[in-house]
């Protein structure tokens, strides 16, 4: 673990990299709505093939960059205890080396979730995990651009993630890619006192899913269009839990 002011000053720019050449396509984010099923609780695998995910269709992120012919999909679930996120990302290569928790995974391959519950408070919860399954946890407070993310205190019991990832070769003994696969659990018991209590049926959150990748370059996949950065919270969609 690193110092406390060193783990401050690097994550001031925690998954703040520049998305060029975008053109956001809806005038208002807010008003597009993906719904959540709630699911029974489950083991995380890293692979997606607990039958749990059945309940719900693949969502293709958008890759307005498009200097890549690969697909980003992603699935949501929600249980009584906290949210389920599955990515599945065609690749060609892996490209990560950060061995270790709240690194600077996004400056590698990493799949993103950030979900802002009160829009009443511009705090948000940011997820990120890499293909080496290694995680970046953060509440993030954004005044106006300005935003500073804070790793989870107390960080265990019914707080901790769980998260697992797989990665699918072309052949066996060949460093060739075709994909990999993560999974994740995010409690709502880390996420107090931004939510109080586990959603009810009909509840919103603001949300975006991202995937970065760095076959040739940085490459973005995104749920919702942004402007300069993932950071652009009044661009989110709306989820809703049903």
């Known amino acids: 673990m690193h110092k406390l002011t060193h783990i401050l000053v690097l994550l001031l720019f925690a998954g703040s990299t520049v998305i060029s050449g975008q053109n956001p396509k809806i005038a208002n984010p807010a008003d597009s709505i993906l719904p959540v099923i709630r699911c029974s609780d489950f083991e995380v695998t890293g692979d997606g093939s607990n039958t749990e995910w059945n309940k719900t269709e693949w969502i293709v992120l958008d890759h307005p960059e498009s200097r890549s012919p690969h697909k980003t999909s992603f699935k949501i679930l929600y249980s009584g205890t906290g949210i389920y996120c599955l990515y599945h990302c065609e690749d060609n290569k892996i490209t990560a080396t950060l061995r270790g928790e709240n690194l600077d995974i996004y400056r590698e391959d990493v799949i993103e979730a950030f979900f802002w519950a009160d829009e009443k408070v511009p705090v948000y919860f940011e997820y990120e995990l890499s293909p080496l399954n290694y995680e970046l946890v953060l509440m993030v407070p954004n005044y106006n651009g300005?935003?500073?993310?804070?790793?989870?205190?107390?960080?265990?019991?019914?707080?901790?993630?769980?998260?697992?990832?797989?990665?699918?070769?072309?052949?066996?003994?060949t460093s060739a890619m075709v994909s990999w696969t993560g999974e994740f659990f995010i409690p709502f018991a880390l996420l107090k006192p931004m939510v109080q209590a586990p959603p009810k049926s009909a509840t919103r959150w603001r949300a975006n899913f991202y995937r970065i990748d760095y076959d040739n370059g940085s490459d973005h996949w995104l749920w919702m269009p942004v402007g300069t950065t993932f950071h652009d919270y009044q661009r989110f969609g709306t989820i809703e839990f049903k």
Do not use: M, Q
């Open 146 to 173: 300005n935003f500073l993310g804070w790793i989870p205190w107390h960080y265990s019991g019914d707080r901790l993630t769980r998260h697992a990832v797989s990665v699918r070769h072309e052949k066996e003994n």
